[in-house]
C-alpha cells in the first residue's frame, strides 16, 4: 500500500517546516494567505489525507458508532439500518454494522470488538437469547453512550427507542373482535425479548377487557428461536391439527404470518372467511401478498434516526463530561387494514 | 465519558514501569512469570482495553473495511451485506456501510470518507447515477485495496464479483420462448450500469438466436432512476396501452416484476396465461406472491463472502507492498422455475 502523504513531505516539498504547514491547514492567522494557498494547492496535488487515527488520539473521538442488530436480512431492520446511517452521515459520524445472530455470546463478543475500536457509541436491538445483561451494563459502567430500539431489556439503564407494543398488540387483537372473531389465536414468537412478552400482554388485555377467554393453549410459542416462514407454517399446521375452531389469529411479526397464510393457501383454508390474519410490523411483502395483509405499521426508518439521535446527545454531553438521563422514546403505530380481515 | 484505563495507570497501580507493563501484556519473555500474571489481573480489573488508535498509527492498519452500496433495504443487497460481515468478522474486520442512494455524488464523498477513515480497503456496488470512474481510479491510484460487485464498471482495473449477466438473461428469455411466448418485452431498468446493459444483450441475443424479431419498442426503460415497484406498475400500465399483443417479458429486478404483476392481476390479464413473465434475483417475496414469480437466482450472500476473501488477499498483500492482479470471480445462477411462467 502506497505511504499516505504526510505533512512532512508537504513541508519538504515547499521547505517551509512541518509546524508552518499545520497551522497553514488549519487556517491559522499568523499564516499569511499566499503560503495558505500554496500548501492547500500542494496538499491537493499530493492527495493529502488527514490521518484520523492521529487526531483520534488527540480529541479521543473516532467518529465512529457502532450497530448490533440480531438480522440483517430482514425488512423491518433494514429500514432501521438505513434510518441509523443517513442520520450518521449528517452529523459526520459512520456506523460499523454487526449482526448477533440472536446469540447472546456472538452479542457479548461483538461489543467488546466495538468497545476495543473505541466506537463513541453504539445502538443494539438485542438478541433473542439475551436473557443477561452484564455485558450492557459493563458498557454503560465505562460510560460509552448506548442506546437500544426494539428489542430492549427494560432493567438496562439507557436510553430506548421503542413503539408501544402492548398497545399495538390490544389494537391488532381487538380489531380481530370487532370484525366478528370469536376465538382468536396467537403466534407470539420466542419468549424473551420484552417486546415479545409486551405483544402478548397486550392481545391476553384485548380478550379479557371483551370479555373473551383467554386459552393459553392458543398461544404458540417459536420453537425454532428465528421467527421466520417456516415457524409460520409450523404453527399453521398445528393449530389446523388441534384446534381447528380458531376464527383470527394475532401474529407477531409480518413473515411469521405471510408463512401461516401460504399453508392456509395450501390447505384450502380461506382468509378472511374461515380464519382471518393480522400481522405485526407491515414489511413491504405484506401489500402484495394475496390476500394482502392488515398489519400494524412499525416505523423503521424513524425508529434508526431517533435512536442516532438520542445517540448523538449522549456522545456530545460525554464529550462535556456531562450525563444525560436516559430516555424512552415512543413512536407511534398505526393498523394498516387490508383484506386478511373482514 | 470516563477517561480509558492506559498503560500508566496499571503501572501505577502496581509501582512497576510503562514500559514493564506493555511488555508483560505483549508476553516478552524477559519479564517475569509473577509479574505477566498480576499485570493481566490489573488490566483486568481495571477494565484495560488496548489503545487500537494507538496500535493503527504503528500498524497502520485500522482493521475495517468499507461498504458502499446502492441501496440496503433490498433483498439482494441485505443478502450481500451479511455474507461481507460474516466473512469479515471471522477475519476480525469490521464493517462500516454507506449507502450511495444510486447518487455518483454522494458515493463520490463516500469514497472520501472512508479514505480519511483509513479503512484498509473498500468494497463498492456502483450508484446507478455513476458513468464517470476518477474517483475509483484514484482509489486505485492510491494502491488502496478496492473490490466491486454486482454494479461495476468494467473499464475501472480492480477486482471484480459478479454474475454472468448477459447469460442469466439469455437463460431467462430462452425459458420464455421454450414455454410458448412469441413477442417478449423486456423492463431493462436504467442505461447503466454494466448488468442493466448486459442483461439487456442477453435478451435481445436470446430472440436473435431463435430467429425472433428484435423490437426496440418492447424494451422499456426506467424513467425514475431507480428500479421500483411503482416502475414496474407504470410500465405494465404502458405495455397494455401501447402493445397489447406481448405475451411475454423478462423483467430485470423481482421487486419491478412484482409491480408489473400487481398492475396486471388488477387489470385482470392472467398470468402466465396472457402474459408470462420472469424475474431477476429471486427475492424471497417472489415465492411467495400469487402467481409464484418465476426467477433468476442470483447469490448475494455467496457474492459478499467472496467479495470480502478477494479484498482481504489484498489487504494482506498490499502489507507486503506487493500488489495482486485484479480478478473477475464470476458466480453461478440458476433460473428458478415457478407459476409465472407456463
Redesign the interface.
Known amino acids: ?2 505511504e ?1 502523504v504526510t505533512l512532512k513531505q508537504i513541508a519538504e516539498k515547499l521547505g517551509i517546516s512541518v509546524t508552518a504547514v499545520s497551522k497553514a491547514l488549519k487556517d491559522y492567522p499568523d499564516i499569511s494567505k499566499k503560503t495558505k494557498k500554496l500548501v492547500r494547492k500542494t496538499a491537493k496535488e499530493l ?1 493529502y ?6 487526531v ?2 488527540r480529541t ?1 473521538e ?3 458508532i457502532g450497530l448490533i442488530i440480531p438480522v ?4 423491518f431492520f ?2 432501521v ?2 434510518g441509523i ?2 442520520q450518521a ?1 449528517k452529523k459526520g459520524y ?6 448477533s445472530n440472536e446469540s447472546y455470546e456472538l452479542e457479548k463478543k461483538q461489543l467488546d ?6 466506537v463513541d457509541g453504539i445502538i443494539i436491538s438485542l438478541a433473542n437469547g439475551t436473557s443477561n445483561f452484564s455485558h450492557l451494563n ?1 458498557i454503560i459502567a ?4 448506548l442506546v437500544m430500539f426494539d428489542k430492549i431489556a427494560k432493567v438496562v439503564k439507557c436510553s430506548k427507542v421503542i413503539i408501544d407494543d402492548r398497545k399495538a398488540a390490544y389494537m391488532a387483537t381487538q380489531h380481530l373482535i370487532d370484525t366478528g372473531c370469536k376465538r382468536i389465536a396467537h403466534f407470539r414468537g420466542s419468549l424473551l425479548p420484552q417486546n415479545s412478552i409486551d405483544r402478548f400482554l397486550g392481545y391476553k388485555k384485548a380478550l379479557e377487557d371483551n370479555n373473551m377467554v383467554f386459552d393459553p393453549a392458543l398461544v404458540y410459542l417459536c420453537e425454532c428461536g428465528d421467527m421466520s ?1 417456516e415457524e409460520g407454517q409450523n404453527n399453521a399446521k398445528k393449530l389446523l391439527n388441534d384446534h381447528n375452531d380458531v376464527d383470527g389469529i394475532f401474529i407477531n411479526t409480518d413473515l411469521v404470518a ?1 408463512g401461516a397464510m ?1 399453508e392456509f393457501n395450501k390447505q384450502g383454508i380461506k382468509i378472511p372467511d374461515d380464519i382471518s390474519i393480522v400481522g405485526f410490523s407491515n414489511w ?2 405484506a401489500s ?3 390476500p394482502s395483509l392488515t398489519t400494524i405499521d412499525q416505523p423503521g426508518y424513524q425508529m434508526g434516526k431517533a435512536a442516532f439521535k438520542q445517540l448523538f446527545k449522549e456522545i456530545k454531553a ?2 462535556k ?1 456531562k450525563t444525560v438521563e436516559p430516555e424512552v422514546i415512543t413512536l407511534d403505530t398505526a393498523l394498516v387494514k387490508r383484506d386478511s380481515t373482514k
Open positions: 500500500m502506497k499516505a492527495n489525507k488527514p490521518n484520523t487515527f492521529a483520534n488520539l479521543k473516532s467518529k465512529t440483517i436480512v430482514h425488512h433494514s429500514n439500518i438505513k446511517i443517513a452521515e459512520l456506523v460499523i454494522i454487526l449482526q470488538l466495538l468497545m476495543s475500536q473505541r459493563d465505562q460510560e460509552k453512550p416462514f405471510i401460504t413491504f411483502m402484495v401478498i394475496s460525554a464529550k463530561n
